[in-house]
């Protein structure tokens, strides 16, 4: 029995797939309306589009601005161990940007743009230089200093005391006394 509920079930899903992509195959689209417009049909942009996406005009040449050595470098974090042995095995990363370009991870002692060299790493700073030489040290910037404030002074306003009132007594019904039982005639009945 499980076996023909089973077949029966596969069959189904067999018939109802031929059916939806008989029915996506041969049913026509709709007709496009006759006042839509095509997307390419409308009038080109007019500017200065190279402008806009930020080139400068090629008779306005940048001056070249010559920064500090230890200027195109930024540390952004470091990683260094604790003193001790992992210390002198030259363990450590830190993380620094050249040029403004995404930061990367640089070992100890490889290299950080083209002879330059991370040396050493402290908590907060790295040094680098050229065959064991410093030429400079870059320092993690400090960080922001906690936003602050002073508490405000809480006004206390005194609750109104709660007013007790007694719970509501449903006033006692009157009392009315049952009709007169009467038999079929309309007669009372004792």
């Known amino acids: 029995m499980p ?20 029915m996506q195959l041969l049913a026509r689209p709709l ?17 200065d589009l190279a402008r806009l996406l930020g080139s400068t005009p090629a008779n306005a040449a940048p001056e070249p ?16 161990p604790k003193a001790g ?6 363990e450590g990363v830190a993380l620094i940007s050249v040029d403004g370009a995404p930061a990367r991870a640089v070992r100890l002692g490889a290299a950080v743009d083209g002879d330059l060299q991370l040396l050493a790493l402290d908590a907060r700073s790295a040094s680098l230089g050229q065959g064991g030489v410093t030429r400079m040290t ?3 910037e400090e960080p922001a200093a906690a936003a602050t404030g002073t508490p405000s002074t809480a006004v206390l306003v005194p609750a109104a005391a709660p007013i007790m009132m007694p719970p509501a007594v449903p006033a006692p019904a009157e009392a009315t006394p049952p009709p007169p039982r ?4 309309g007669a009372p009945v004792r």
């Open 182 to 185: 009467a038999d079929r005639d």
């Open 31 to 47: 007709p496009v309306p006759a006042h839509a417009l095509a997307a390419g049909d409308g009038a080109a942009p007019r500017g």
């Open 3 to 22: 076996v023909r509920l089973l077949s029966f079930f596969v069959w189904a899903l067999l018939a109802c797939s031929a059916v939806f992509w008989a």
């Open 65 to 80: 601005v010559l920064a500090a050595p230890d200027a195109r470098f930024r540390l952004l974090g470091v990683v260094s």
């Open 85 to 90: 042995a992992a210390a002198h095995r030259g």
């Open 138 to 140: 870059l320092r993690l």
